[in-house]
């Protein structure tokens, strides 16, 4: 029977391409599939993306195959905290957030926030690149101590390991970044040396789709020590606030009423404003928009601008959508 098999789309973690290409199936590339174990027959069958006849009775099937980069991402460890104390209230302690990234310049001074989602890399904005990034630092959560730690009721105390402080090595902006549209406003920074994972150091989770959760019933959450560009303000404690998500058309309202000629299209997102300006401004600049689905965070978006009207008006933020780059992202690990 050769019925016609319809192409199908790869997700952005793969790429279609024949079947002794693909580096996890080497070791069968060679053999009769009859020989393979049932599951291995199975999840290539799922993975076949096209075939293309050579011959009569020759045919080359193409399949979804990992891309090189999807293997530096830990699903599955990647987006869990170590403690279930989940501090309530909107300061952070040590271990609740063990992905957030502080970018620094040469002088010493934090510019950006950043999250980590592979050993050796950053996501971030493209806007933060206007102060050169010197170095990043990973496992921080209140900058006015030394080691972070957290007392219980008890009596106890538990200590997180000092902070990483890692050189960049590569700034990565998205190659159709536009400062004054404010448009795909994402970038990847390589460290110089991976870090090192521990209970306050771990990477979060890329929205791909083993762990994507329901996102429509979700609410998503902005931590950050509030690192902006022309700002002064910031805390020494790693904060974090819940925030509604606003659809795109009131956001663009909004930001029309703002004497602002930027729009948002459906790369980007918009959350926060409403009433509780408090909320509004907990963010640095390229650090995240995250939510919680099962059992792991995911990140969302990337704080592009917007975030930095703190208390003035309750306008939402603009964030750039994780999941529109996931191609670039995965494209660009190496």
């Known amino acids: 029977s050769s019925a016609q098999f319809l192409p199908k789309k790869c997700s952005p973690d793969r790429i279609c391409i024949p079947f002794k290409d693909c580096a996890d199936y080497r070791s069968y590339a060679g053999t009769s599939s009859k020989k393979w174990p049932k599951e291995v027959q199975n999840e290539v069958k799922s993975l076949i993306c096209d075939v293309e006849h050579q011959a009569p009775g020759k045919k080359l099937y193409k399949i979804c195959c990992l891309k090189a980069g999807r293997h530096l991402l830990d699903m599955e460890n990647c987006g869990k905290q170590v403690t279930n104390r989940i501090a309530h209230g909107k300061v952070a302690t040590a271990f609740q957030f063990p992905w957030m990234a502080l970018l620094r310049g040469r002088d010493g001074k934090f510019h950006c926030g950043g999250t980590l989602i592979a050993q050796r890399y950053v996501l971030t904005a493209a806007h933060c690149r206007r102060k050169p990034v010197y170095s990043v630092r990973l496992g921080e959560t209140d900058l006015s101590t030394p080691i972070d730690c957290i007392k219980y009721i008890d009596g ?162 603009v964030y750039t959508k994780v999941e529109h780059y996931l191609e670039w992202i995965i494209d660009n690990l190496q």
Request: one cysteine or more.
């Open 156 to 317: 106890e105390e538990e200590c997180a390991e000092p902070p990483q402080d890692i050189l960049a090595e590569k700034f990565i902006k998205h190659p159709k970044y536009s400062p004054s549209q404010k448009k795909n406003d994402i970038a990847l920074i390589k460290l110089a040396s991976p870090a090192l994972l521990n209970d306050n150091v771990r990477p979060i989770c890329l929205p791909l789709e083993e762990v994507l959760g329901n996102i429509a019933q979700t609410k998503m959450l902005v931590s950050g020590w509030g690192f902006t560009e022309n700002d002064t303000e910031f805390s020494n404690q790693l904060r974090f606030a819940y925030v509604p998500i606003v659809d795109p058309r009131q956001c663009n309202e909004s930001l029309a009423l703002s004497s602002n000629v930027l729009t948002v299209d459906e790369s980007q997102l918009c959350a926060g404003g409403g009433n509780d300006k408090a909320d509004n401004c907990q963010g640095d600049s390229g650090g995240p928009l995250k939510y919680f689905g099962n059992g792991k965070y995911v990140i969302h978006g990337v704080v592009s601008f917007g975030q930095a009207t703190c208390g003035v008006v309750s306008e939402p933020g």
